[in-house]
């Protein structure tokens, strides 16, 4: 089943969530390790282009669960929620999908605020669309910081829901992300 059911999410769907997870908690980490390191660290820079190749990877991989979740559709919530538990969800989702596509650009805006491209694995490139912005550069680089720590945090609030609704509410709705 390629596409999502009236209880459960298709193939496709349930693989671009999971594949998502490492790719995101990668991310963070090691966004959080060159956050930490010096400039000159010879580390730095294999880092520095790993974590961009990644997360142009993880953009990507964004773009095309979005186009599929327009093109199919979540199926719906089966459990009687109160409006604000549903309103709540929503928003989260939606804070989320916001946040996965503001994180890898406020990062290829950082990355090109030098005023180079961003270099992907195989030497290949993504041009800055804007001149140099060293003035920016700085705050950019911690816009995408707190970016990416308040997806962090909503990612831990979605699994704390998920974990709430399976465990103390006794609803199996995990069955319907995982493979059975």
């Known amino acids: 089943m ?20 490492p790719l995101l908690l990668g991310l963070l980490a090691m966004g959080l390790w060159l956050t930490r390191m010096d400039y000159n660290d010879p580390w730095y820079q294999t880092a520095s282009r790993w974590h961009e190749g990644v997360g142009v990877l993880a953009f990507v991989l964004f773009v ?6 327009l093109w199919d559709p979540p199926p719906p919530d089966p ?26 650009l406020s990062g290829y805006l950082f990355v090109t605020a030098k005023g180079g491209p961003v270099t992907l694995f195989g ?6 669309l804007f001149g140099k912005l060293p003035a920016m550069e700085k705050m950019i680089g ?3 910081l ?18 709430k609704h399976q465990l103390l509410d006794k609803e199996d709705i995990l069955s319907r992300i995982f493979a059975r």
């Open 79 to 104: 459990f009687p929620r109160p409006l604000w538990q549903t309103r709540l969800a929503r928003g989260v989702h939606r804070l989320l999908y916001l946040l996965m596509a503001l994180v890898p």
């Open 2 to 21: 390629w596409k999502n059911s009236t209880n459960r999410y298709g193939l496709v769907a349930r693989w671009l969530h999971w594949a998502m997870v």
């Open 146 to 163: 707190l970016l990416a720590l308040a997806l962090l945090g909503l990612v831990a609030l979605h699994l704390l829901a998920t974990l």
């Open 123 to 128: 030497g290949l490139t993504i041009p800055a």
């Open 64 to 69: 095309l669960r979005l186009l599929w979740r």
């Open 142 to 144: 911690q816009l995408h």
